[in-house]
């Protein structure tokens, strides 16, 4: 079963949900005039960590991906909980890197550890829970008909940075450690999601892939989405890469997962408002579907238990 089959599966019989139904980056709670937010996110160091990933990268990232949920919802992170699932045969050293890189992060984003819990695993698992609170939560389901569609920071980085150690692609130190940077240490964009709150009608952050994530949006909100190509943000490194293999750097944009960039649809009279930078890629319509420069866009980016 792939992933998408398992969670249709699962919600057929979680018919008791949060204020907020499930289905968006996070799930939430009314608490008076608040909202509290709170996703959980798995690394799986089978499929979530290239070798070229340090002990400290790896708890790092763990924290990151929960907390770029909560961003994507418009929310301030306040707290972070995790499960460490662990094999016996482990390496001492290795696991104080995680927890160190885990240390590091919490610092960083200025957030408590509350709870955590250990278990014995045939992999190591690290099963994260971020919570924050909003005023007012973004989901999938707002986008609407004149928005624009947006994108913070660049893209297809850290899927060029994993051609280049997988293929063994000969470019630069430079560009190697520009790549890596998006690959191996990527950062969750806390401010400017909570910076959306209120501004923005929908938000989604890219960690399957841009693609995917902007056909989860149309889906969602019943909207259509237009792209334009040459709107979508791509550094000099990826696309150098792209041309050493033969590829096209906007598909490599489009498939390119755990960006942990976000994505996000605003009115056009609104935009002015937000005060970080972002990239204006293209807009929503009455309709179904995603379109790039006027064809329908491929499913393109990552899902588990597909092979893809």
Not at 13 to 24: E, F, N, R, W
Not at 27 to 41: P, S
Not at 158 to 176: I, N
Request: charged share 25%; with cysteine.
């Amino acid at each position: 079963m792939r992933e998408s089959e398992i969670i249709e599966l699962f919600l057929k019989h979680l018919k008791k949900q949060g204020d907020l139904p499930l289905g968006d980056d996070a799930g939430a709670l009314r608490l008076g005039d608040e909202w509290l937010v709170a996703t959980n996110d798995m690394l799986v160091r089978k499929t979530d960590v290239p070798d070229i990933m340090t002990p400290e990268q790896v708890g790092f990232k763990a924290v990151t991906m929960n907390v770029s949920d909560v961003a994507a919802m418009g929310a301030r992170p306040v707290g972070f909980l995790f499960s460490l699932g662990v094999p016996r045969d482990m390496d001492r050293g290795y696991l104080e890197g995680i927890a160190r890189g885990m240390g590091r992060a919490l610092e960083f984003y200025g957030l408590p550890v509350l709870s955590a819990d250990t278990n014995e695993s045939d992999d190591l698992i690290i099963d994260g829970v971020a919570m924050g609170i909003t005023k007012k939560p973004l989901t999938r389901s707002g986008a609407k008909p004149g928005d624009l569609v947006c994108v913070t920071g660049d893209l297809g980085r850290a899927l060029a940075g994993l051609l280049v150690w997988m293929e063994d692609v000969d470019v630069s130190p430079t560009t190697r450690r520009v790549l890596y940077g998006k690959l191996l240490e990527p950062r969750a964009r806390v401010r400017e999601g909570a910076k959306l709150s209120g501004v923005a009608n929908a938000a989604i952050d890219v960690s399957d892939g841009l693609s995917k994530e902007l056909h989860l949006l149309a889906r969602m909100s019943e909207v259509r989405i237009d792209v334009n190509s040459g709107a979508i943000p791509l550094m000099e490194e990826t696309i150098e890469v792209a041309e050493l293999l033969g590829r096209n750097p906007v598909e490599i944009a489009l498939a390119s997962g755990e960006e942990f960039e976000l994505v996000f649809t605003i009115p056009a009279r609104r935009a002015d408002e937000l005060s970080f930078e972002f990239s204006i890629i293209g807009k929503v319509s009455e309709g179904k579907g995603v379109y790039i420069d006027g064809e329908p866009m491929p499913v393109l980016g990552w899902e588990h238990m597909s092979g893809r």
